[in-house]
């Protein structure tokens, strides 16, 4: 591979994970501050990503996949997005943001699978070289969250209370649109051909609705299940860390927040020692203690002398994420075998991303809702309630993995 497509791969995903990292991470906080959403209409705006995971295999599969540059379609999409965020800048309620929010990650949720697809074309071994290129995107977010915090510090109390997180959009819009017009000079991808005599894919088997057959086999469902019900802990960290943290008064939350996924990146290259060491069966309960413990950190700590448990909290996020994730995706391709290897991958990912997360996402604002009468007493009382309830939902899903999967070898090349 060339220095110039490295480069451009590498600009590529820092990009589009600097774009989701800039309004995201403080979206609850913004809802709160600038817009006076309820504990259901954040629930609603966040749900909207899982309604893009749910859709975005539409647009992929039955469109890009078949007619169009993968690379054009990405600009498109994120010029598109540019003008969404303008006018989720510009939005001063909940009437009119949440339609410009909805149309956002119906847009955005398929370029994730684009740009990886665009990466993986240009790859001779993806197995080796993709990590090298993937980092740039964990390093884009963590840098947005810097630039929050240090560069523009809209995320001060100070300023948070006045308004000024409805810049991160503005931030996000910019670095949109310039990832949609640099997506134009990326190396073409089009679609595959299909070689004579080839069936073409269902859309059963884009969303990886032919993997179902899996489930037969019961230690894969026990962990499809858990892969479910662990979204909901999950979507509570998406949906109220950043909030948390701003209303019990810590410093520069977004950029504390970054610390999760300094850690993700760390801990994503002691996955295969944990796996080797532990096997698959222990390295995802590692990683459900970590849902549990960071819960209960947040439940306790606070912003002064027991700061250091929200910092620990927040450094977890590199264990809960990859031990049960990315852990779980070694384990899926492991049991489905070349044939369902893609289908698999998709009927995990639209029944974590889509199904649980949207799930999360709603048990989040009711159990949000039902303490809100506390809030306005004891603000510090009603966060210790809201993530009591994640981490007793976390060690209910470790039990049941703990009780029901049979531990098993798991042997595949991607770790």
Same mark, same amino acid.
Request: proline share 3%; net charge neutral; aromatic share 16%.
């Given at each position: 591979?060339?220095? =110039? ?11 589009? @994970? ?10 609850? %906080? @913004? ?7 309820s504990e259901f209409e954040r629930a609603n705006v966040f749900s909207t990503q899982s309604l893009g995971a749910i859709i975005a295999p539409f647009i992929i599969g039955m469109i890009a996949d078949?007619?169009? &540059? ?20 510009? $939005? %001063? ?17 398929? %370029? ?43 995320? =001060? ?9 409805? &810049?991160?959009?503005?931030? $996000? ?26 069936? +073409?894919? =269902? ?9 179902? +057959? ?53 801990f994503l290259l002691l996955l295969p020692l944990f796996f080797t060491k532990f096997g698959f069966k222990k390295t995802i309960l590692i990683g459900m203690v970590a849902w549990v413990v960071r ?6 700590? &606070?912003?002064?002398?027991?700061? *250091? ?13 990859? @031990? *049960? ?9 492991? +049991? ?15 029944? %974590? ?63």
């Amino acid at each position: 591979m060339s220095t =110039s497509i490295r480069f451009k791969l590498s600009f590529m995903m820092f990009l589009e @994970f600097f774009i989701w990292g800039a309004w995201f991470v403080t979206l609850g %906080t @913004f809802l709160i501050q600038n817009l006076q959403a309820s504990e259901f209409e954040r629930a609603n705006v966040f749900s909207t990503q899982s309604l893009g995971a749910i859709i975005a295999p539409f647009i992929i599969g039955m469109i890009a996949d078949r007619y169009f &540059n993968a690379e054009r379609i990405l600009g498109i999409l994120h010029i598109a997005g540019a003008f969404l965020m303008y006018q989720m800048y510009s $939005a %001063t309620d909940m009437t009119v943001f949440y339609p410009y929010v909805l149309s956002y990650m119906i847009l955005y949720m398929p %370029t994730l699978s684009l740009a990886n697809s665009i990466s993986f074309r240009q790859l001779a071994n993806p197995e080796k070289q993709f990590s090298a290129i993937r980092v740039w995107g964990t390093i884009g977010w963590i840098a947005a969250g810097l630039a929050i915090s240090f560069m523009f510090q809209w995320d =001060s109390a100070e300023n948070a209370a006045g308004g000024a997180l409805k &810049n991160t959009f503005l931030m $996000a819009g910019i670095a949109s649109l310039i990832l949609g017009l640099f997506s134009f000079i990326l190396p073409k991808t089009p679609p595959v051909k299909s070689k004579e005599g080839d069936e +073409k894919p =269902s859309f059963a088997s884009i969303i990886g609705l032919d993997a179902i +057959k899996l489930l037969k086999d019961k230690n894969f469902l026990v962990f499809f299940i858990s892969s479910i019900l662990i979204c909901i802990p999950l979507a509570f960290y998406y949906a109220n860390a950043n909030p948390f943290l701003s209303e019990i008064g810590l410093a520069n939350p977004t950029a504390k927040m970054t610390i999760g996924q300094m850690s993700e990146a760390a801990f994503l290259l002691l996955l295969p020692l944990f796996f080797t060491k532990f096997g698959f069966k222990k390295t995802i309960l590692i990683g459900m203690v970590a849902w549990v413990v960071r819960y209960l950190l947040f439940a306790y700590g &606070n912003a002064g002398d027991l700061s *250091f448990m929200l910092i620990i909290g927040i450094a977890l996020h590199g264990i809960c994420y990859d @031990f *049960f994730f990315v852990s779980g995706q070694i384990y899926t391709d492991s +049991k489905a075998g070349v044939k369902y290897k893609n289908a698999a991958q998709g009927l995990i990912t639209l029944a %974590t991303y889509g199904v649980g997360q949207l799930i999360g996402f709603w048990v989040a604002g009711f159990v949000g809702e039902q303490y809100q009468d506390l809030k306005a007493t004891d603000v510090a009382g009603f966060w210790q309630h809201t993530w009591v309830v994640p981490a007793g939902i976390a060690f209910i899903v470790m039990i049941i993995f703990l009780v029901l999967f049979k531990d098993e070898k798991v042997e595949s090349k991607t770790v």
